[in-house]
């Protein structure tokens, strides 16, 4: 039996994620550039345990102690895009934040041209979560159409479909109403897959012009206007993740990554 004992803490890229700086892939990612030192020494690999008695600086700049987990409700409009950076240029919604909101990561993501409902938070481990299939938290939208479609082709979505070898789980599906050249349903999915909705109507042989998220699990869009952010009650935030509660610690400084990392 081998005498040494295993080294205590968490692996690195876990505790950047917990800190709000990235997510594991991400932290990973900066760790392989060269961005993230360790009592002074610039690591090489991922496959380290820090304690809270190691000195972490990503881009020469301290990284504190975890917030304790928070959650917000956000109204994107359309014309934004879902990640920290864009190699095209465009606008985040990271951009359109708040200069007082915390480092912030998306929960999932909504295209350039959906609107509605998206969830951030401070903490990485919770943004994993959220994501996980396991959780299978319903997300409701409401979805216009151009031209219209039969309830024979919605029962095609109510009992899953195929797409280019794509499956998607069986959605939940209503039709609203007729509103001259379009159509409003209401659908609601588990899954999330990228661009699910649009493609999936794409087979029927409709187009989607409009897209908007009401609903992402527990939490409601409700009367939040576009461009809006409201924080989640920390009771609720605890009461609707099972989460225990931390103590909240000292304030600390912004990391040098931006606000949140592609999900």
């Keep these: 039996m081998s005498d040494q004992t295993p080294p205590q803490g968490d692996r690195i890229a876990k505790v950047l994620s917990r800190a709000g700086i990235a997510s594991r892939r991400d932290a990973e990612k900066m760790i392989a550039e060269g961005r993230?030192?360790?009592?002074?020494?610039?690591?090489?690999?991922?496959?380290?345990?820090?304690?809270?008695?190691?000195?972490?600086?990503?881009?020469?700049?301290?990284?504190?102690?975890?917030?304790?987990?928070?959650?917000?409700?956000?109204?994107?409009p359309t014309g934004l895009v879902t990640t920290d950076k864009d190699e095209k240029g465009r606008t985040t919604i990271y951009d359109k934040l708040p200069e007082e909101m915390p480092r912030v990561m998306s929960v999932g993501r909504l295209d350039l041209n959906s609107e509605g409902l998206l969830i951030l938070t401070n903490d990485g481990g919770v943004k994993r979560q959220l994501e996980l299939p396991a959780t299978g938290w319903l997300r409701r939208y409401r979805v216009r159409i151009n031209g219209s479609v039969s309830?024979?082709?919605?029962?095609?979505?109510?009992?899953?479909?195929?797409?280019?070898?794509?499956?998607?789980?069986?959605?939940?599906?209503?039709?609203?109403?007729?509103?001259?050249?379009?159509?409003?349903?209401?659908?609601?999915?588990?899954?999330?897959?990228?661009?699910?909705?649009?493609r999936t109507m794409d087979a029927l042989g409709v187009k989607v012009n409009r897209l908007i998220r009401v609903s992402y699990g527990p939490f409601q869009i409700g009367n939040l206007e576009a461009g809006q952010v409201e924080e989640v009650k920390q009771r609720v935030v605890k009461d609707q993740l099972g989460l225990e509660k931390r103590p909240t610690p000292k304030r600390r400084r912004k990391g040098p990554s931006s606000h949140g990392p592609k999900s």
Excluded at 36 to 45: A, M
Excluded at 49 to 67: H, N, Q, R
């Design 36 to 76: 993230v030192r360790v009592n002074g020494k610039v690591l090489e690999t991922p496959a380290v345990k820090v304690t809270a008695a190691d000195k972490i600086l990503v881009d020469d700049k301290p990284v504190g102690t975890p917030d304790a987990p928070r959650l917000w409700l956000y109204h994107k």
């Design 151 to 198: 309830e024979a082709k919605l029962d095609v979505l109510r009992k899953g479909i195929t797409v280019e070898g794509t499956r998607y789980m069986p959605m939940d599906v209503t039709f609203d109403r007729q509103q001259g050249a379009n159509a409003w349903l209401t659908i609601a999915i588990r899954e999330g897959k990228n661009r699910e909705i649009r």
